[in-house]
Structure formats: C-alpha cells, structure tokens
C-alpha cells in the first residue's frame, strides 16, 4: 500500500509546480518573556518550507546540516511533503545554531548566540529534478549562496523571491546589490529597506529598491503588517492583532513561504494575484507566532487556515459605494 | 441674494443631522525638519470641524478664543459651515497656544510651549439649537470639560465620541475614567491604550478599555493606520503610505471628524457602518499631514477625497474566494 502511495504521490507531482527554496534548517535556542527552550527545530528553510507545504506544490529545500541534526527533524520535513534531496548532511559537522532573547515589546532582540558551524561552507546544490523550478524562494542567506542557486537553474525561473537582512548590508552589500538585481520580488523589513536606500520613508524606499532591480517590493513591518509596492501600486495587508506574540521567531520566513507557496500554485505572478499571496503569508505568520519556534506549524492544520483567512476577510474588507 | 442663500441654507439644515463638537480652537507653532511656521490656526475642534465639512451635517464647534484671535480664522471656519455660536471669545485674553518641534522621523515631538490662556477657565456653553444633536465630538480637553458638554445634551445623543490623551490620564485620571463610562466610541493612541490599560498587547487593551464604558474603541497608530474594535469584531485600517509627512499635527483630530462626521450623516451606527467611517477618518488624515496646520484640509475639495478613497480600497481590497 504505502508503495502505491508513494507512486501516487510522484504523479501527481507531475502536475504540481516547482517550488525550490534555499535557506538555513538550523537549531534554535529560544527565550521569551513567556519561557525559554533547549535547541528546538528552526532555520528559514525550514519556516519556509513548512509555510509552502499548506499549498498543492511539489517543493524541494537546498540547505545544509551537521551530523548531529536528528533524523527526526528531517523525517518532519519529508512528511510534509518537502523534498529534502538538497539537504546536504555534513557527517563530522555541527548544525548551524542561532540563539536569541527578545525583549518585552516582542520587536527587539538580543542574539546571544550565532554558531555558523556547516554553514560556513555551504555549497548549496539544487537537485537535477528541480533545477527547472517555476518559483525560487531565496531565504535570507549569504548572497553569494542565493546567486549560486540561480546559477544553477537550467530554465528560467517565472518567479524568483529574495528575502535578505540587514547582516549582509553591514558585509556583503555589493554582492547583495549582485543577486538582486536578478530577482522579481524582495522580501524585506521596514528597517532593512531603510538602511538599503538611506530614505526613511517607505514609499521612497521601495521605489529605490525597484530601481536596484526587483519589479515587486515586500517591506515586512511585524506587527503592523506589509505592504507591497509594485511600480505605482501599492497593498497593504496587516497583521492579525493578537492578544499575545508568544514568539516572532520564523515569522519573516513564514509569510515568504506562504507568499512564494501560493504564487507557485497559482501559477498566476501578476499584482493582483500577489496581493492575495500576501493575504496568505500574513496569516500564516498570525499562526507562526502562536507558539514557540515551529511548534505552531508542524500541527496546522489547512481548515484552521481557512478560518483565518476569513478573519482577515472580516478584518480588512468595506464596503464603501464609490461612484 | 445673499439672503435667500442663508434662508435655503437654514431649510436644508433642517433636514441634517447634527454634530456637536468641543475642543480647542488655537494658535499652533510648529517645526518639522521642512520648516517652521509663526503661530498659525490650530486646535483640536478646527481640525475635527474641518473634516467633519466633507459630510452634509449641520456642525457647531463649542470652544473659547481670546481678544487676540482673527476674525479671519472665525470666517473660515464659518465658512466652511461650522456653526460657531458656542465659541466664546474673552475680549480681554488670549487665544490657548501650542508649540511643538517634530524629531526627523515625525512620530515624536517636543513641546516647546503651552499657553493655556483663556482655556483655563474654559465653561463651555452648547448653543440651545444645538443641545439635541445626535453626534457629540468631545475633542481632546480636560475630562471634566468633556462631562459638562455631555451633561447640557438635553436629549439623549445616538453616538458620543470621545477623544484624550496621555495627559489627562497623568493628571485627571478620574475625571477621565467618569467621562469614559458616558461615551460610545473612544479614540485613542496605541500608547495611550497602553497607559490607560497596562497592557502591552493592543487586543488585549481594547477589551479592558471596553470594560471601562466604550462600546466601541478606536485605536490610533499614526503611519501604521487605525484599528477598531467591538465585541469580538476587529478592523483594521492603514494608513496611505504617504512618500512625505510634512507636519502631523491635526492628523488624529482630523481622523475623528471625518469620523464622525461620515457617522453623523449617514446616521448608521452599526459596527459595519463604522468600518467606513474609519476610511473617511484615515483619508481625510491623509490630506491633513501634507502641509503645515490646517493648510491642506481648508483647500481639501470632495473631489479629492472621493479620489483618494479610491486608492484606500485598491491599497486594501483583494479578491480571495474562500468556500
């Protein structure tokens, strides 16, 4: 039975897109103001992969990882149905270990501890079955590594999305400025987008961004939401408020992958479209921060998301007669 | 002719709803990193009157100005339709005057100076025409101010308003929390829902100010728009990501008036209704932060507005079917 399941499976992924996304699967060491954990599952792959698994796509992550990864985590990412033949294990290597303690506000944090371990030297190699991908997720990463996956696309891609941090601005910028040029959509915070343009205002900023390359803007502003920018047009989704942020942690990397997750499935790139996939990675996010690290998004089930997408209907949507 | 107009205009008012709305009407002096300005038109209920003129109801402003203040601004003010019976003038005193410096990124400032002047002995006195209106504005003022206006309705009002701020809550918290369990709707900043509260999380915030009297409570965020709350319901409106803030003061006070100006005529005070009217507030607020005082919203044409809601529902409208 579970061979004809698996059979199945590889049909159906014929009729699916592609969805390649490159990034860390890491150890995370988590303190909130509500607790604190050992090293749990994290890494934007991760997030993003498990944020993309909720859409009826055929997706692969490229990333790497020690010999002390459990084949637990990795088994969790098969079993959502994310390709893990581009997950390279370093047998005599220790997986990248971030650790971090956020303040009150849940917006500030302190990182306490950045091990890059087997990240250091991370050749990332797309899988042959996946190098004609529709959509490529670039997560935030060195730029040079996002560049070699791009490389290595034999077609080209209809979409390619990049989300990046103010880490590779203070000490790769020209490389950065490299890889986005080649790139349809960045994803980026309000801060960072600041600091890439020297403009304080988002609109300024994203239209400078534009002209670096990328025809579509996502500046992330956590709790108050995103906006995406897109030559003269603009949509802002907000975030869902919530009575508690228990943990921001992947909540960047959630909302690429619902947004990069959506976008393949619909195989429908225009603004319009987007707008919707920016709904989505919005509520995705809402779910992410709920619990500690992926705790939330292992178990989420697509009926919960359904629900919420509905709340965000009910959260956004008027119903003003304009003549 | 001249009086025939005025005759017509006293027919059709009959036929309005109307609006009563107490607050300042002052001198301001501000900086922004654009410039400076000398003491200029301001004030609270100008600001709210202003934006309650893009609506067709019959608004009174109930406020006091010294021997000092132009007859000019007293015209424009009627002219733009605004009863100003109840404004007192004390021949001998001086009008309440406001200093402020905004820092670069426009979300702070520094008082430079506040001159309460006649506003100290303030007794506003509602015009008996204007004792049974259906929408009370109480502008930001001592609470026990705000009370006294509450308290010469002679028949119940359908909605009363109520903004504040954080110094009331430094220096009057009890008058404030009086007023606060007589009033329908409160407008206040996400940190003075903070202050009001003790509580860190917005959602949680609106349910404790809910709590104290509100059945409706608005919660202003600056550039990072508004959110209504109501019973379980949320709503939540950006605001226009503009490419240049030129001067913010006025903005949450214009916010209110189209607020309550849109309520007042339309005369639906229903949760749905409300969702539009805090369209109207974020787009009238829009006009005001682009140019120094009051100096766009005195120039500010319907068609504008009209032009401009146009974009608020493309900036947050999106078309997701959801079964």
């Known amino acids: 039975m579970k061979l004809i399941a698996v059979y199945l499976q590889q049909i159906l992924k014929r009729f699916m897109s592609k969805l390649v996304i490159v990034g860390t699967v890491a150890f995370d060491a988590i303190e909130t103001p509500f607790g604190k954990t050992d090293k ?157 343009t020297g403009e304080y205002s988002l609109v300024v900023a994203a239209r400078k961004i534009h002209e670096m390359g990328p025809k579509y803007v996502v500046i992330k502003k956590g709790e108050h939401g995103a906006l995406l920018f897109h030559d003269d047009h603009m949509f802002y989704a907000p975030a869902l408020p919530l009575e508690e942020v228990f943990d921001p942690t992947g909540a960047g990397d959630t909302f690429a992958g619902g947004f990069a997750g959506y976008l393949a499935k619909t195989e429908d790139y225009s603004f319009e479209n987007m707008k919707n996939a920016v709904i989505y990675g919005s509520t995705l996010a809402s779910f992410c921060v709920e619990k500690f690290g992926t705790e939330r998004m292992v178990n989420l089930e697509n009926s919960e998301v359904h629900k919420r997408m509905q709340q965000f209907k009910q959260l956004t949507q008027f119903n003003i007669e304009l003549s």
């Open 40 to 196: 749990i599952l994290g890494g934007a792959a991760t997030f993003i992969g498990l944020a993309a698994s909720h859409f009826n796509v055929d997706a692969a992550a490229v990333s790497v990882v020690g010999g002390d990864f459990p084949q637990d985590y990795l088994d969790l990412l098969s079993n959502k149905n994310i390709n893990i033949d581009g997950v390279e294990i370093v047998k005599d290597g220790k997986t990248f270990f971030w650790s971090g303690r956020y303040h009150n506000d849940m917006n500030s944090r302190d990182t306490l501890a950045t091990e890059l371990n087997v990240l250091a030297d991370f050749n990332p190699v797309v899988p042959d079955a996946y190098k004609d991908s529709e959509v490529v997720m670039l997560g935030n990463l060195h730029p040079m590594v996002q560049m070699s996956v791009l490389e290595q696309m034999t077609s080209k891609p209809k979409l390619v999305i990049l989300d990046t941090m103010n880490f590779w601005m203070d000490c790769a910028l020209e490389d950065l400025h490299n890889v986005i040029k080649k790139i349809d959509v960045i994803t980026i915070n309000d801060e960072e987008a600041r600091q890439l």
